[in-house]
């Protein structure tokens, strides 16, 4: 294996590892039934960062890319939409 697959290798694994943490965040979400914590417009530009990089994956026809990013994608969708459902339940106290 070559230097470039081995970096392609690894960034894809620690792509999809970051990307599949976010499934974390949202066990954390649904065990303490509160989203207060959670910035909404962090939550909107990730989701926008992993599109725009999807897309950019999409043009250059680059599969870890994609692959990293469509996950990225899911998961932090995943966490707007589950912040956006406790919210609903419960007002969060203004600062």
């Known amino acids: 294996m070559n230097e470039v697959s081995l970096l392609a290798s690894a960034g894809t694994a620690v792509g999809l590892v ?3 943490s ?3 965040q949202v066990r954390r979400l649904r065990r303490i039934g509160s989203a207060c914590e959670v910035s909404i417009p962090v939550r909107l530009l990730a989701l926008t960062g992993y599109g725009i990089w999807l897309a950019y994956g999409v043009a ?7 692959l990293v990013d469509l996950a990225g994608l899911s998961g932090a969708a995943f966490v707007l939409w589950v912040t956006v459902q406790l919210r609903r339940r419960s007002a969060c106290p203004v600062a």
């Open 22 to 24: 976010l499934l974390l």
């Open 60 to 66: 250059i026809g680059d599969l870890p890319l994609i």
């Open 18 to 20: 970051t990307a599949a």
